[in-house]
């Protein structure tokens, strides 16, 4: 694999030389995400393989061309997993790499419960804008001192290099797993997530959604538990007890889970019938934030964290406003059509200071620009 890595290198200072852009790609599940991203390709998935996994030591290392369902595999056969469930997005080759899932910084239902991929990185080896092999962090967590870089690459969506390899941590698969199901509207739902929050209850999941396809359809509360088998069956008593509902089958509920970290529910199908195109759009709010009185069908993640809901691109200051009054912000996570793709910016605007620091960052790592610009802001 040295080969490759070296390939690499001098595919990179080629591009510098001669001031052109690359565009960093695995499988391009996650093409759709950010700015589209322009130059010529320098494809990681031929630098794949898990490098080291220790599953005593809960530590795994794997090249970042590695498809992320070959890791889950290995994961699953000693009974652990990516704590943080990483989406799976069907791509044009497969369902992403472990390089595009630090890259991309995407988190799947568990993310209000266990934390972000950032969480979970322990270390990276990485290519900067000048062709130099680095090295940030370790295999444990005490290896980290001083600045965090390795934890810096994830969302940094390929702007600042090129990711070779990853260290992650895992966590064990939990003993006991439940879902449980209550018919309740967006308001009574997140008021009753907040006040189970509060207790000692071993949530992990959840998920609000309305079938605004299907007239009088149900709004419906998803609250998935995991932990030791005797905190899940008396937080199930607990919990049925305080707010009719019902208890899911496992079979049933589990798919239905991956569906909603992959993005294959209903819920996810562009909606038809209506007189302009509609975008996905993705609000991180405070999680006490209350129901967001808006006019586009929505699903709410995390507790109340992470809103979804399809609205029209010229909606985009109005969602921001919104989402910034909520504690968050707003993300054009999928655009209508690659007509679209342009016309509005995917992320919210920071702050000078902040901008300043993407920036600086930039410069440091990436001296020429050539890698994915303008793919995470303009300019950058």
């Known amino acids: 694999m040295e080969h490759i890595r070296q390939q690499f290198i001098d595919q990179i200072r080629a591009a510098v030389a001669a001031r052109r852009p690359l565009s960093l790609r695995g499988q391009g599940s996650k093409s759709f995400y ?15 393989g898990i490098v080291s996994y220790e599953p005593t030591e809960l530590v795994v290392t794997v090249r970042a061309g590695t498809p992320l369902v070959e890791l889950d595999a290995a994961l ?13 997005f069907a791509g044009a080759q497969g369902s ?5 899932m630090v890259a991309a910084g995407l988190s799947g239902p568990a993310r209000a419960s266990v934390g972000s991929v950032r969480d979970f990185v322990l270390g990276v080896q990485m290519i900067n804008g000048r062709g130099e092999a680095l090295t940030f962090g370790g295999q444990v967590m005490k290896n980290v001192a001083g600045y965090d870089v390795s934890r810096l690459m994830a969302g940094s969506l390929g702007t600042l290099g090129l990711l070779t390899e990853i260290s992650l941590k895992v966590l ?9 199901v209550f018919t309740l509207d967006q308001s009574r739902a997140l008021a009753q997530l907040h006040h189970w929050a509060g207790q000692p209850l071993p949530l992990n999941a959840s998920c ?3 079938d605004d396809t299907a007239p009088g359809a149900p709004e419906l509360l998803f609250v998935r538990l995991r932990g030791a088998q005797a905190a899940v069956e008396s937080a199930c008593q607990h919990m049925l007890s305080q707010v009719g509902g019902q208890r ?11 569906a909603l ?14 007189t302009e195109p509609l975008a996905l759009w993705r609000l991180s709010v405070a999680q006490t934030a209350p129901a967001l009185p808006l006019p586009w069908p929505q699903m709410v993640e995390w507790h ?8 029209p691109l010229n909606s985009a200051d109005t969602l921001r406003q919104m989402a910034a009054q909520a504690g968050g912000h707003a993300t054009l996570f999928r655009a209508p059509d690659a007509a679209h793709t342009d016309t509005t910016e995917r992320f919210d605007t920071v702050s000078p200071a902040l901008r300043d620091i993407h920036q600086r960052l930039k410069a440091e790592f990436d001296p020429a620009g050539i890698f994915n610009p303008n793919r995470l802001y303009q300019g950058l």
């Open 96 to 100: 992403g790499t472990c390089g595009g």
């Open 304 to 311: 109340g964290g992470l809103r979804w809901l399809w609205a």
């Open 248 to 258: 899911m089958d496992n079979a049933q509920a589990g798919p239905d889970w991956n």
């Open 261 to 274: 970290r992959d993005q294959t529910l209903p819920f996810f199908t562009p909606p038809t019938g209506t």
């Open 34 to 48: 950010g700015n589209p991203s322009t130059g010529e390709q320098l494809d990681v998935t031929r630098y794949r």
């Open 172 to 180: 064990p698969l939990a003993p006991a797993e439940a879902t449980l």
């Open 76 to 88: 699953a056969e000693q009974g652990q997993s990516l704590a943080f469930e990483p989406p799976h």
């Open 208 to 210: 609000w959604v309305r």
